[in-house]
């Protein structure tokens, strides 16, 4: 029996994390492993003799994601809008735990927020993992001197 490669092994634990959530359903657009919920894809996976590689939309977290020495932006202009993308080899064994929190990062910033809504709070995360407000409307709170 040949042995499974760590890409292999990686990329089957997260798509069984993705397609947990709340109406997650996998598709092949373009050929290519996909997790959506409704219409929307939230996490991108692919593994192959190469490696393994994930993307996954980061509106919190992707200044910090990108500062890891595997991550970059999303190609096709998907960057710009938070998206980041992580390659590994495929015998290098990938961050599963910081993984999960990306993909459970992309989730909530893609799915409806009555789905959001359903799950739990994430720690340290306002209500039902939405973003900080905006610097001007946390200015518009504090009391005036």
Do not use: C
């Not at 959506?36 to 910090?64: E, H």
Request: glycine letters at 8%; proline letters at 11%; aromatic letters at 8%.
């Amino acid at each position: 029996m040949a042995k499974t490669s760590a890409a292999k092994r990686a990329e089957a634990a997260l798509r069984e994390i993705a397609l947990a959530y709340p109406e997650a359903h996998e598709d092949f657009p373009w050929g290519d492993r996909v997790i959506k919920v409704k219409k929307k894809v939230f996490v991108f996976l692919g593994a192959g003799d190469d490696g393994f590689g994930i993307s996954t939309k980061l509106p919190q977290s992707n200044g910090a994601a990108l500062l890891l020495p595997f991550a970059k932006p999303t190609g096709y202009g998907l960057g710009k809008a938070g998206w980041v993308s992580a390659h590994f080899s495929a015998h290098e064994e990938p961050p599963l735990a910081l993984l999960r929190d990306w993909i459970d990062e992309s989730y909530r910033a893609v799915a409806p927020k009555k789905l959001v809504a359903s799950l739990p709070a994430r720690p340290g995360a306002s209500p039902a993992g939405a973003p900080p407000p905006p610097a001007a409307a946390r200015r518009a709170r504090r009391p005036r001197r």
